[in-house]
């Protein structure tokens, strides 16, 4: 009976990522400006999804659906453009990764009993019945908020948690996670800060120091998407943006605050992956990480926001690639926790690269929240880009048997951040 019930999850799993029936992602590889533009200029015609951005001297990830296939590639070669096929079955990958989760949930059932939203990637309600269960058992801490709903309705949770309510003025720390739907490894990472933070406080000095604000997924419309419909799904479900929302729902939420918005790494279609939103803040669920920025800009000392993948701790400013004022504290406090991290890590992950966003990744990107965050006044702002140990669209799924890791190690991070800025800052 058991075994039936467990071919017939299997079964179902399978006839899950239909949507990816017959789609392949290719390695391309432009040589030349002229190759790059090209490729950019058959963004729409092919809806190409790049899951890696291609740069000169880089190479990227793209997706492509079946019906475009053949076209895309008499393009690739009559360009004279490098290429090789990176996933031959999207839809065969997923199913496997899907596999995979099934024998992480039987795994960790059998060492702590319950779902726990670090340990595992998990649907939406079990990361929310934890944050609600954490707030329930230990009132004395933690605060529940929820003030705002994301558009299909979600409520949109975060948790405070501090020794006296936040009374006492001390700096605050906040994270958040999921604003990307695909980045399955960052809403685990801030579900574990939570619990290190009140379930098994290692680190009493962190409590004594600070207040903190952790909002585990920023984007629950998208993050849903992605469990339920298309894995690689990476914005807001909005469909009130623009003539084409409907047909092409959502907005970039790394994209859509309030600085320098939508004047580099944006697109103004709606149907590619970095659409900025029809205007800043647009989003309901971008709102939300603001109300937070607002609420507590005289109080903020860092903040981080968790995304995937590529091992990197990156600081303003990513529009241009300017250093900002606090470049150097900035840089600092950064090195302590990609240190701190690379301490913690395993022999086969990338080690952490720490610096400016542009001059890292390589590329800029206008109206991001670490940016927004810094250019109101938070002296220290982040983007972890949290490790995935595949490439293209295998990178943003990092083999459920290492999200415990990736929780411990980034939390040593996050330890290593906050004692330095301590340290620097002094006693407030
Ligand atoms: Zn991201």
Redesign the pocket.
């Known amino acids: 009976m058991r075994l039936l019930a467990l071919v017939m999850l299997v079964a179902a799993v399978n006839a899950k990522h239909e949507i990816y029936k017959g789609w392949k992602s290719y390695i391309v590889k432009p040589e030349s400006y002229e190759q790059l533009e090209k490729l950019g200029s058959k963004l729409l015609e092919f809806e190409l999804d790049f899951v890696k951005n291609a740069a000169l001297d880089r190479e990227g990830i793209v997706l492509v659906k079946p019906e475009y296939q053949a076209g895309f590639l008499k393009f690739l070669s009559e360009e004279n453009i490098s290429h090789t096929v990176h996933v031959e079955d999207l839809k065969a990958q997923f199913d496997l990764e899907d596999q995979e989760i099934l024998k992480q949930e039987q795994r960790t059932r059998s060492i702590n009993g319950g779902r726990m939203p670090y340990d595992n990637y998990q649907p939406l309600n079990v990361i929310y019945e934890y944050i609600d269960r954490i707030a329930e058992q230990y009132p004395e801490t933690v605060t529940l908020v929820e003030n705002l709903r994301s558009f299909e309705g979600r409520p949109l949770k975060y948790l405070k948690i501090s020794r006296d309510n936040f009374q006492s003025n001390k700096p605050v720390i906040f994270i958040d996670g999921g604003?990307?739907a695909r980045?399955w490894i960052s809403p685990p990472t801030v579900t574990y800060a939570i619990h290190k933070l009140v379930e098994n406080l290692t680190e009493p000095d962190l409590l004594e120091r600070y207040d903190w604000i952790l909002f585990p997924v920023a984007n629950p419309d998208g993050y849903s998407f992605t469990h339920t419909s298309t894995r690689m799904w990476r914005k807001t479900r909005s469909t009130d943006q623009h003539a084409l929302s409907r047909q092409c729902p959502g907005v970039d939420g790394?994209r859509n605050f309030d600085f320098a918005w939508n004047t580099v790494g944006t697109s103004n279609n709606p149907c590619t992956d970095t659409y900025a939103g029809s205007r800043p803040f647009s989003e309901v669920e971008v709102r939300a990480v603001n109300a937070v920025i607002e609420e507590y800009l005289d109080r903020m000392l860092i903040y981080i926001t968790m995304?995937s993948y590529g091992s990197l701790i990156l600081y303003p400013w990513g529009h241009d690639g300017s250093l900002s004022q606090n470049a150097l504290t900035l840089h600092r406090v950064g090195i302590a926790m990609g240190e701190a991290i690379d301490n913690l890590s395993l022999p086969s992950f990338r080690r952490y690269r720490v610096g400016n966003s542009l001059l890292t990744i390589g590329y800029g990107a206008s109206g991001a929240a670490e940016d927004y965050a810094h250019s109101r006044g938070v002296p220290l702002t982040y983007t972890y880009e949290l490790p995935g140990t595949g490439f293209g669209t295998q990178g943003f799924h990092l083999n459920p048997r290492y999200i415990h890791q990736v929780c411990i190690e980034t939390w040593g991070g996050v330890v290593a951040g906050a004692r330095s800025a301590a340290s620097i800052y002094g006693k407030k």
Request: without cysteine; hydrophobic residues 20%; aromatic residues 0%.
């Open positions: 604003m990307h980045e790394n995304h």
